[in-house]
């Protein structure tokens, strides 16, 4: 590879269980805690308690720093089990939120990052999750990021890709931000895995394009 090889950051954002960190391994071709791996949660219980980076270089030898961050909503899912602890829940969301927009500011400030919305296949139609895309887009990041759209743990139901254009045309998001499903996968040695992987990494690769493009 003649070419000097660049960094970028990409941070993966989306409520917990959307399966951000899952997404970060299927990247960086990490499986079960094999390679330096993002950590996966076995139960509802939120595990990326901090926001944690990793890299990895892509084929086009494109370096890559994938920011796992925690999910914007981890108090509201606690909210199940800790019923009696509001002001706790109350001050844990806002400190996530705290957490995210650092470290949306550090990322944005000397570089444009790619910024990795991640929304579960049965979640296309809650509109909470659009309104965060939006608010983290346009306030967090100050639109200083190239959206790109994960649909995870697929299919969805029929029609969604005219769904999700819908949404992204509601909230003024841009009809071109780029989107892709990954499918649910069974085994990670399934050949699914494997294309969904790649398609992913494509994914990755159109970004930065644009990126490079608006320069
Ligand atoms: N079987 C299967 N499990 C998945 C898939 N994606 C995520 N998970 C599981 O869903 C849970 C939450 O995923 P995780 O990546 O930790 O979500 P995060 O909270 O967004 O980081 C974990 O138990 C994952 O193993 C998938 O495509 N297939
Ligand atoms: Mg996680």
Not at 9 to 18: A, L
Not at 86 to 110: F, G, N, P, W, Y
Request: proline share 4%.
């Amino acid at each position: 590879m003649g070419e000097p090889s660049v960094e970028i950051d990409i941070i993966f954002v989306g409520q917990t269980g959307v399966g951000k960190s899952s997404l970060i391994n299927m990247i960086i071709g990490a499986v079960d805690g094999s390679k330096a791996s993002a950590n996966v949660s076995n139960d509802a219980h939120p595990c990326t308690t901090h926001t944690t980076s990793y890299s990895t270089t892509l084929d086009t030898g494109l370096r890559c720093q994938l920011w796992d961050t925690r999910g914007l909503d981890e108090a509201a899912g606690a909210q199940n089990f800790m019923s009696k602890l509001v002001d706790k829940i109350r001050q844990l969301a806002s400190q996530q939120a705290r957490e995210l927009k650092e470290t949306l500011r550090d990322r944005t400030r000397l570089a444009i990052p790619i910024l990795m919305w991640c929304i579960d296949a049965t979640k296309i139609d809650v509109q909470v999750h659009w309104q965060q895309f939006q608010k983290v887009y346009v306030e967090y990041c100050e639109r200083k990021a190239i959206p790109v759209l994960v649909i995870t743990r697929g299919p969805p139901k029929a029609g969604w890709e005219a769904r999700c254009t819908d949404q992204l045309r509601q909230l003024n998001l841009g009809a071109d931000v780029p989107f892709r499903m990954v499918r649910r996968y069974r085994s990670t040695s399934s050949p699914e895995y494997g294309e969904d992987a790649k398609a992913l990494k494509d994914l990755i690769l159109r970004a930065n394009e644009t990126l490079i493009n608006s320069h």
